[in-house]
C-alpha cells in the first residue's frame, strides 16, 4: 500500500495540475483534492470486492462534487449528470481556455471528472503493476489537457510529464530499469510538449475538435449593440435570425431589458452611471416573493449585459462573478457564453389603467432634482408634472438656452399632443398612440437623418425611423411635459413555447423603448415604435398598455390632436384603418365601396374556396399518379391505397399494414356495404397468377368504384363534403 501511494502520488498530481490549467481563476482547490483522494483510494485496498465498492462509491461522491447533484436520487441521478457532463464537455468547443469556472461550472464538473477518471485508472493500473499501462495513461491524461492550452508554461509541463513517467518506471520495476525506458519516456513527453504547441490543435487557446465532429455547432454568438448604442444614422439586422436566449417565465407578454439610457447630451441618449432614482421601486429586491422569477440561458448572444422582465431587480448566477448595480443593471465583465444561465427577479406590475389613472405626480427628489430624470439637455431640468403655468416655464427654459433651439419644434409637439392631460400616464398613453397610430409615423432601418438634432427631424419632418427613434423621442418629450422618463434596451418578448414554458429571443428581437415612473409602481414600460414593419415580435400586454388607445380615445373623443387628427378620424382608426395599414389621418373609403370588415370577409371567403379546390385537385393528382402504371400488383395497391385513404377521410381509421381482407371487413362493419366483388378481384389482381392479374386489376377498379358509389349513398351530405375536403388522407389530423 506504502509503495502503490509513493508511486501513484506525483503522477497524479501532474495529472491534476495538467486539468486545472485548462481554469483560471482554480476554483474549489479542496475539491480537487478530495477527488484525488477518492481516485486513489481503490488502488489502495486489496480484496476484490472492497475494491469494486470504492469505485463505486468514488464515483457516486465525485459526480456529486463535480455537478452539485446528490446521487440520493437514483431516478434522476444519472440522467442529471450525464446531461451536464454533456454539456460541459462541448462547451469546451466553444469557450476559450482558460475558462472561468465560476462563469462555466459545467465546464469544471468535466475538469474534476477527468481528473478523478485518469487518477484512478493510473492507481489501478500502479496497483495492478503494470508500468506500460501505467504510463501510458499518464501521457494521455497529462498531455491530452496540454493540447488545450496552447504554449502556455508548455516546456515545464512535459518536463514534469517526464519526470512522473520516470517515477512510475522507477517505481514499477523490480529489475533495473531498462536502457530503452528513459528515452522512451522522454520522446513521449516531447510529443506531449510538441502537441500542446501545435496551432492545429489549440490555435489562439480555442478548442479546434469540430473535425471529430462530436456535435453540430450552434451557431456563433452575435452582438446587437448595433440597436443598443443610440445610433441614427440607420441600421442593418442580419439576414439569419440567430436565436441569442431562452427565458423560462410565465406566458404573459414582457420586455427583457438590459440596460438603461438616462441621461440626453449631445443630441443623443447615453447611459451614465447606476442613480439613486434607478432603485426607486414600491418593493425590494430582497423580498423575491413578490417579485416575477425567470430562468434565463444564453445561446448565442455576443454581450455582458444580464437581461430581465422590465425592471429586473436582482440576479443570481451561482458563484459568476457577475456586477449588479441599483435599479436592474447586472452585467458580468468577462462576457457571455453558450449555456450560461442565470435567474432573475422582477419587479413587473400589471397596474391596469384606471389605477395609473390615479396614481398622482407627487415624485422623490431623487428623480426630479437636477442631474436626473427630467433633465432635457446636461444641466436643463424640466419642471415637474403639475407646476403650475408649466408649458411657459418650459418655452422659457429652452429661450433661456440658445444651443437648446433647435428642440423647439419637438417641445411645442408635445405640449400639443399632450399638455392638456391631466394625468402624467394620459400623457404617456396620448403620446404613444400619437407615436404607433395617429402621427403618421412609419417603422424603417435608414432613415433620413437631420443632422443638428436626429430626433427633431425625426418628429417634425421626416416622421420615419426604427426603434430607437421612437424610443428617445417620446422619453424626451415627456420629460417636457415633466414626466420622469428614460430609453430602456434589450428585447421585445420573441415567441412563446407553451409546451415547455419558455420565451425564445432573436438578436432581430433587439429593442428599445420607454419607462416611465408612476407613483406606487416604479418605472413602466411603455413601446412607441408601431408593429407594421418591424422585426422584433411580440407587445407589451399589461393592462395599462392594452388599454392605452382606448383611453386616449375617451379622454380627447372630439378635440383635435397635435397633428389635426378629428373626432371622425378616430372613428375610422377604430373601424379598422390601423388594422389595414392606412397611415393615420387618411381618408376612409365612402359612398358604395366596400367597408373594411365586408372587404376582410370577402377575402376570407375567397381563400376557403381556394384551399377547398386546391384540396380536391391534390386528391385527384395524387389518385392518378397512383394508377399511372401497367403493373397489375401495383394497380391493386393503388386500389387499396384508394379505399384506405377514403375511409380514413371519414374519420374511419385502419391499421397502416390492413389487408385487403381487413380494409373489406372494416367497410361491412362501419357502412354496412358488401365489399367482397371488390376484395376477390383485387386479391386476385395482386396475387393471383401472372396470366390472369392484368384482366382483375381492372375488374378491381371497377369494383372500386361500384362499392365507393354505394358507400356515398350511405352517407348524408354533410359527411361526404366532409371526406372530400378532409386532409386526413395526406397525414394530417391524425
Same mark, same amino acid.
Given at each position: 500500500?506504502?509503495?502503490?501511494?509513493? &508511486?501513484?502520488?506525483?503522477?497524479?498530481?501532474?495529472?491534476?495540475?495538467?486539468?486545472?490549467?485548462?481554469?483560471?481563476?482554480?476554483?474549489?482547490?479542496?475539491?480537487?483534492?478530495?477527488?484525488?483522494?477518492?481516485?486513489?483510494?481503490?488502488?489502495? &485496498?486489496?480484496?476484490?470486492?472492497?475494491?469494486?465498492?470504492?469505485?463505486?462509491?468514488?464515483?457516486?461522491?465525485?459526480?456529486?462534487?463535480?455537478?452539485?447533484?446528490?446521487?440520493?436520487?437514483?431516478?434522476?441521478?444519472?440522467?442529471?449528470?450525464?446531461?451536464?457532463?454533456?454539456?460541459?464537455?462541448?462547451?469546451?468547443?466553444?469557450?476559450?481556455?482558460?475558462?472561468?469556472?465560476?462563469?462555466?461550472?459545467?465546464?469544471?464538473?468535466?475538469?474534476?471528472?477527468?481528473?478523478?477518471?485518469?487518477?484512478?485508472?493510473?492507481?489501478?493500473?500502479?496497483?495492478?503493476?503494470?508500468?506500460?499501462?501505467?504510463?501510458?495513461?499518464?501521457?494521455?491524461?497529462?498531455?491530452?489537457?496540454?493540447?488545450?492550452?496552447?504554449?502556455?508554461?508548455?516546456?515545464?509541463?512535459?518536463?514534469?510529464?517526464?519526470?512522473?513517467?520516470?517515477?512510475?518506471?522507477?517505481?514499477?520495476?523490480?529489475?533495473?530499469?531498462?536502457?530503452?525506458?528513459?528515452?522512451?519516456?522522454?520522446?513521449?513527453?516531447?510529443?506531449?510538449?510538441?502537441?500542446?504547441?501545435?496551432?492545429?490543435?489549440?490555435?489562439?487557446?480555442?478548442?479546434?475538435?469540430?473535425?471529430?465532429?462530436?456535435?453540430?455547432?450552434?451557431?456563433?454568438?452575435?452582438?446587437?449593440?448595433?440597436?443598443?448604442?443610440?445610433?441614427?444614422?440607420?441600421?442593418?439586422?442580419?439576414?439569419?435570425?440567430?436565436?441569442?436566449?431562452?427565458?423560462?417565465?410565465?406566458?404573459?407578454?414582457?420586455?427583457?431589458?438590459?440596460?438603461?439610457?438616462?441621461?440626453?447630451?449631445?443630441?443623443?441618449?447615453?447611459?451614465?452611471?447606476?442613480?439613486?432614482?434607478?432603485?426607486?421601486?414600491?418593493?425590494?429586491?430582497?423580498?423575491?416573493?413578490?417579485?416575477?422569477?425567470?430562468?434565463?440561458?444564453?445561446?448565442?448572444?455576443?454581450?455582458?449585459?444580464?437581461?430581465?422582465?422590465?425592471?429586473?431587480?436582482?440576479?443570481?448566477?451561482?458563484?459568476?462573478?457577475?456586477?449588479?448595480?441599483?435599479?436592474?443593471?447586472?452585467?458580468?465583465?468577462?462576457?457571455?457564453?453558450?449555456?450560461?444561465?442565470?435567474?432573475?427577479?422582477?419587479?413587473?406590475?400589471?397596474?391596469?389603467?384606471?389605477?395609473?389613472?390615479?396614481?398622482?405626480?407627487?415624485?422623490?427628489?431623487?428623480? &426630479?432634482?437636477?442631474?436626473?430624470?427630467?433633465?432635457?439637455?446636461?444641466?436643463?431640468?424640466?419642471?415637474?408634472?403639475?407646476?403650475?403655468?408649466?408649458?411657459?416655464?418650459?418655452?422659457?427654459?429652452?429661450?433661456?438656452?440658445?444651443?437648446?433651439?433647435?428642440?423647439?419644434?419637438?417641445?411645442?409637439?408635445?405640449?400639443?399632443?399632450?399638455?392638456?392631460?391631466?394625468?402624467?400616464?394620459?400623457?404617456?398613453?396620448?403620446?404613444?398612440?400619437?407615436?404607433?397610430?395617429?402621427?403618421?409615423?412609419?417603422?424603417?432601418?435608414?432613415?433620413?437623418?437631420?443632422?443638428?438634432?436626429?430626433?427633431?427631424?425625426?418628429?417634425?419632418?421626416?416622421?420615419?425611423?426604427?426603434?430607437?427613434?421612437?424610443?428617445?423621442?417620446?422619453?424626451?418629450?415627456?420629460?417636457?411635459?415633466?414626466?420622469?422618463?428614460?430609453?430602456?434596451?434589450?428585447?421585445?418578448?420573441?415567441?412563446?413555447?407553451?409546451?415547455?414554458? &419558455?420565451?425564445?429571443?432573436?438578436?432581430?428581437?433587439?429593442?428599445?423603448?420607454?419607462?416611465?415612473?408612476?407613483?406606487?409602481?416604479?418605472?413602466?414600460?411603455?413601446?412607441?415604435?408601431?408593429?407594421?414593419?418591424?422585426?422584433?415580435?411580440?407587445?407589451?400586454?399589461?393592462?395599462?398598455?392594452?388599454?392605452?388607445?382606448?383611453?386616449?380615445?375617451?379622454?380627447?373623443?372630439?378635440?383635435?390632436?397635435?397633428?389635426?387628427?378629428?373626432?371622425?378620424?378616430?372613428?375610422?382608426?377604430?373601424?379598422?384603418?390601423?388594422?389595414?395599414?392606412?397611415?393615420?389621418?387618411?381618408?376612409?373609403?365612402?359612398?358604395?365601396?366596400?367597408?373594411?370588415?365586408?372587404?376582410?370577409?370577402?377575402?376570407?371567403?375567397?381563400?376557403?374556396?381556394?384551399?377547398?379546390?386546391?384540396?380536391?385537385?391534390?386528391?385527384?393528382?395524387?389518385?392518378?399518379?397512383?394508377?399511372?402504371?401497367?403493373?397489375?400488383?401495383?394497380?391493386?395497391?393503388?386500389?387499396?391505397?384508394?379505399?384506405?385513404?377514403?375511409?380514413?377521410?371519414?374519420?374511419?381509421?385502419?391499421?397502416?399494414?390492413?389487408?385487403?381482407?381487413?380494409?373489406?371487413?372494416?367497410?361491412?362493419?362501419?357502412?354496412?356495404?358488401?365489399?367482397?366483388?371488390?376484395?376477390?378481384?383485387?386479391?386476385?389482381?395482386?396475387?393471383?397468377?401472372?396470366?390472369?392479374?392484368?384482366?382483375?386489376?381492372?375488374?378491381?377498379?371497377?369494383?372500386?368504384?361500384?362499392?365507393?358509389?354505394?358507400?356515398?349513398?350511405?352517407?348524408?351530405?354533410?359527411?361526404?363534403?366532409?371526406?372530400?375536403?378532409?386532409?386526413?388522407?395526406?397525414?394530417?389530423?391524425?
Amino acid at each position: 500500500m506504502r509503495r502503490t501511494l509513493a &508511486v501513484v502520488a506525483a503522477p497524479a498530481v501532474v495529472i491534476a495540475i495538467a486539468w486545472l490549467r485548462l481554469e483560471h481563476p482554480v476554483d474549489r482547490q479542496n475539491r480537487v483534492i478530495l477527488v484525488l483522494a477518492l481516485a486513489v483510494l481503490p488502488a489502495l &485496498v486489496r480484496p476484490l470486492g472492497a475494491r469494486i465498492a470504492a469505485v463505486v462509491f468514488g464515483v457516486a461522491a465525485v459526480s456529486w462534487l463535480a455537478f452539485d447533484t446528490a446521487p440520493w436520487h437514483p431516478l434522476h441521478w444519472p440522467g442529471l449528470v450525464g446531461a451536464r457532463f454533456s454539456d460541459g464537455f462541448l462547451d469546451f468547443y466553444d469557450v476559450r481556455t482558460p475558462f472561468d469556472p465560476r462563469v462555466q461550472p459545467d465546464m469544471r464538473g468535466v475538469i474534476l471528472t477527468a481528473i478523478f477518471g485518469f487518477v484512478l485508472a493510473l492507481g489501478l493500473a500502479v496497483a495492478l503493476r503494470r508500468p506500460v499501462v501505467a504510463v501510458g495513461v499518464l501521457l494521455v491524461g497529462a498531455g491530452w489537457p496540454a493540447t488545450l492550452t496552447g504554449n502556455r508554461h508548455a516546456l515545464a509541463m512535459g518536463a514534469a510529464i517526464l519526470l512522473a513517467a520516470l517515477v512510475l518506471l522507477a517505481g514499477l520495476t523490480t529489475r533495473r530499469i531498462p536502457r530503452v525506458a528513459a528515452p522512451l519516456a522522454a520522446a513521449l513527453a516531447v510529443v506531449a510538449v510538441v502537441a500542446s504547441t501545435s496551432a492545429a490543435v489549440a490555435k489562439g487557446e480555442l478548442v479546434r475538435w469540430q473535425g471529430w465532429d462530436f456535435y453540430t455547432a450552434p451557431d456563433k454568438a452575435v452582438s446587437v449593440s448595433f440597436v443598443w448604442d443610440a445610433r441614427y444614422d440607420g441600421i442593418q439586422f442580419p439576414r439569419k435570425v440567430t436565436t441569442v436566449l431562452e427565458v423560462k417565465a410565465p406566458p404573459r407578454s414582457l420586455y427583457w431589458r438590459a440596460a438603461v439610457l438616462d441621461a440626453f447630451t449631445n443630441d443623443r441618449w447615453e447611459q451614465t452611471g447606476p442613480r439613486r432614482g434607478d432603485a426607486l421601486e414600491p418593493v425590494s429586491s430582497s423580498d423575491h416573493a413578490g417579485l416575477l422569477r425567470q430562468d434565463v440561458r444564453v445561446l448565442a448572444l455576443s454581450d455582458t449585459h444580464l437581461v430581465g422582465a422590465s425592471v429586473p431587480l436582482a440576479f443570481d448566477a451561482g458563484e459568476a462573478p457577475i456586477v449588479s448595480q441599483p435599479g436592474g443593471g447586472a452585467q458580468l465583465e468577462s462576457g457571455l457564453t453558450r449555456d450560461f444561465r442565470y435567474t432573475v427577479w422582477s419587479y413587473a406590475p400589471q397596474p391596469t389603467a384606471s389605477a395609473l389613472l390615479r396614481s398622482q405626480p407627487h415624485y422623490p427628489a431623487a428623480l &426630479v432634482r437636477p442631474g436626473t430624470f427630467l433633465d432635457v439637455s446636461p444641466g436643463v431640468t424640466a419642471p415637474a408634472f403639475g407646476t403650475p403655468d408649466r408649458r411657459r416655464r418650459v418655452a422659457a427654459l429652452l429661450d433661456a438656452h440658445s444651443d437648446l433651439g433647435r428642440y423647439v419644434p419637438l417641445e411645442r409637439l408635445a405640449f400639443s399632443v399632450a399638455g392638456s392631460a391631466r394625468s402624467p400616464y394620459l400623457a404617456a398613453a396620448a403620446l404613444e398612440s400619437w407615436f404607433r397610430a395617429r402621427g403618421g409615423f412609419r417603422y424603417t432601418n435608414t432613415p433620413s437623418v437631420y443632422a443638428p438634432a436626429p430626433l427633431v427631424g425625426f418628429v417634425a419632418q421626416t416622421r420615419a425611423g426604427y426603434c430607437q427613434y421612437f424610443a428617445g423621442a417620446m422619453a424626451l418629450m415627456l420629460r417636457y411635459l415633466g414626466v420622469p422618463a428614460r430609453v430602456a434596451e434589450g428585447f421585445s418578448s420573441g415567441t412563446y413555447d407553451r409546451h415547455r414554458g &419558455v420565451w425564445t429571443v432573436t438578436d432581430h428581437d433587439a429593442h428599445a423603448w420607454v419607462e416611465a415612473w408612476f407613483r406606487g409602481y416604479g418605472w413602466l414600460p411603455f413601446d412607441p415604435t408601431p408593429p407594421a414593419g418591424r422585426p422584433e415580435r411580440g407587445a407589451l400586454s399589461a393592462p395599462y398598455a392594452l388599454a392605452v388607445r382606448r383611453l386616449f380615445e375617451a379622454e380627447h373623443g372630439g378635440a383635435r390632436t397635435g397633428q389635426g387628427t378629428t373626432n371622425a378620424q378616430q372613428s375610422a382608426h377604430r373601424h379598422g384603418d390601423e388594422g389595414n395599414g392606412r397611415a393615420a389621418g387618411a381618408p376612409a373609403a365612402t359612398g358604395g365601396g366596400t367597408s373594411p370588415a365586408g372587404g376582410l370577409a370577402l377575402l376570407l371567403a375567397i381563400l376557403a374556396a381556394a384551399a377547398a379546390v386546391g384540396v380536391i385537385v391534390a386528391k385527384v393528382v395524387v389518385r392518378s399518379l397512383r394508377y399511372a402504371t401497367r403493373d397489375p400488383r401495383r394497380l391493386a395497391a393503388a386500389c387499396r391505397r384508394e379505399l384506405a385513404d377514403y375511409l380514413l377521410d371519414q374519420r374511419i381509421e385502419a391499421a397502416r399494414s390492413a389487408t385487403l381482407h381487413e380494409l373489406g371487413a372494416l367497410v361491412r362493419h362501419e357502412l354496412g356495404v358488401d365489399p367482397d366483388r371488390f376484395v376477390l378481384s383485387a386479391t386476385a389482381a395482386r396475387f393471383g397468377p401472372p396470366s390472369g392479374a392484368r384482366a382483375a386489376a381492372v375488374q378491381a377498379r371497377r369494383e372500386l368504384r361500384a362499392l365507393l358509389r354505394r358507400v356515398r349513398g350511405r352517407l348524408a351530405g354533410w359527411e361526404r363534403l366532409r371526406g372530400l375536403l378532409s386532409v386526413r388522407s395526406f397525414g394530417f389530423g391524425q
